[in-house]
Structure formats: C-alpha cells, structure tokens
C-alpha cells in the first residue's frame, strides 16, 4: 500500500501528469488507484482473520467511491462543481490513498484484541 501511495505521489506531482492528460484520464487513474488500495486493504484485513474491520473497510470505500462518482457525473453532465468541493474531493481522496485509514483501523482491531484478551 505505501509503494502503491509513493508511485501515485510521484506521477502525480510530474508536469506531464497535470498538463498532458485529460481530466478524464486524470480521473481514471486516480479511480484506479483508490481501488488498488482498497483491494490491498481488503485482502490484508482478510487474511488476518478480521472480519468486522473488513466489513468496515468495504463500507466506508464504497461510500466514497460512490460519492466520487457522482461528483463526477455532477461535473461532466450538469455543472461544473465550485472550487470548494473540489478541494474536499481532493482532500478525500488523499485519505484514501494514504495508508492512513488501513494503519489506523488496523491499530483499532489490535487494541480491541488486546483488551478482548485481558
């Protein structure tokens, strides 16, 4: 997850990824990173047995896939979305493809675990 989170840093942040590509290309991509880690996600949580955390995990990114989507629906066929939502999009979508979210509800079942245990 974080070699997926580094790769999308660098190619994002390069000159030719921000004037070259169309937004909708732009979109694809980023739509094809947050899944990437979503999957990572997923399957590590999966793996380690812990079936509520994953139940988690899968609700809250098909919110947000769902939510970035319509947001891009909103954008291409009715209005063009202000400058504002634009940037909780871009805010959003950072958290997701961070580590961030998976470290923490990570830490999350470890520490119910433990208290579980005691």
């Given at each position: 997850?974080?070699?997926?989170?580094?790769?999308?840093?660098?190619?994002?942040e390069?000159?030719?990824?921000?004037?070259?590509?169309?937004?909708?290309?732009?979109?694809?991509?980023?739509?094809?990173?947050?899944?990437?880690?979503?999957?990572?996600?997923?399957l590590?949580?999966?793996?380690?047995?812990l079936?509520?955390v994953?139940?988690?995990?899968?609700?809250?990114?098909?919110?947000?896939?769902?939510?970035?989507?319509?947001?891009?629906?909103?954008?291409?066929?009715?209005?063009?979305?202000?400058?504002?939502?634009?940037?909780?999009?871009?805010?959003?979508?950072?958290?997701?493809i961070?580590?961030?979210?998976?470290v923490?509800l990570?830490?999350?079942?470890?520490?119910?675990t433990?208290?579980?245990?005691?």
């Amino acid at each position: 997850m974080v070699i997926i989170y580094i790769v999308y840093g660098i190619y994002s942040e390069s000159q030719s990824f921000n004037i070259y590509l169309p937004r909708l290309a732009k979109l694809a991509i980023r739509l094809l990173v947050i899944l990437a880690v979503y999957f990572t996600g997923f399957l590590a949580f999966k793996w380690y047995g812990l079936k509520w955390v994953t139940a988690i995990w899968q609700l809250v990114y098909f919110l947000f896939v769902l939510l970035l989507l319509l947001t891009v629906i909103n954008d291409m066929l009715f209005e063009k979305i202000s400058g504002e939502v634009r940037g909780v999009v871009k805010n959003l979508e950072d958290f997701f493809i961070t580590p961030l979210f998976f470290v923490a509800l990570f830490a999350i079942s470890r520490a119910l675990t433990r208290l579980n245990s005691n």
